[in-house]
């Protein structure tokens, strides 16, 4: 019985190391915004900020999508990209509330910036707060288009 009782401990164990939670609760949001634009300048690109939780489903499921080759791609090629944990509505609200609210229509929810931290982009209407139910092609597509609209707005 204690034999089974710990391979069943390891597994649980192992399952939650591989499935690491993607919003840091004890990151420092704004430091890593500064240090996303000091690197967005170096490398030309743009900073994709997006805000979420652990518990939120939509979050985990657009981070799992964006994880995926084509999303991947994509997302390394137009952004550098930081996340910003908002807890239960009571984490990190100042930067949300910096950059037009976007968490008011819900969560997932991104601001795209200028290395010059300019808002290019940023969702109004939970956009993503579906992202569970979207396709990775419709996430694909989306940040597809979010990029493009900003790139035109930074080159302009």
């Known amino acids: 019985m204690l034999r089974f009782s710990l391979i069943v401990f390891f597994s649980f164990l192992l399952a939650a190391v591989v499935n690491a939670l993607p919003y840091n609760k004890t990151a420092n949001a704004s430091a890593d915004i500064q ?6 300048t ?5 900073v994709l900020v997006i805000f979420g939780a652990n518990w939120c489903s939509d979050c985990r499921a657009l981070d799992s999508a964006l994880k995926s080759t084509d999303n991947a791609a994509l997302i390394s090629s137009e952004f550098v990209v930081v996340k910003v944990d ?3 509505f009571d984490r990190n609200l100042a930067i949300s509330d910096q950059y037009g609210n976007p968490i008011k229509g819900g969560i997932p929810a991104v601001v795209i910036l200028s290395p010059t931290n300019q808002i290019l982009y940023s969702t109004r209407a939970g956009e993503l707060a579906n992202a569970r139910r979207m396709s990775k092609n419709g996430i694909y597509e989306f940040f597809k288009n ?3 609209s900003g790139s035109k707005k930074y080159h302009d």
């Open 42 to 46: 170096s490398q030309k690109k743009n």
């Open 146 to 148: 979010a990029a493009a």
């Open 35 to 40: 240090q996303a634009l000091s690197l967005a």
């Open 86 to 88: 908002v807890g239960n």
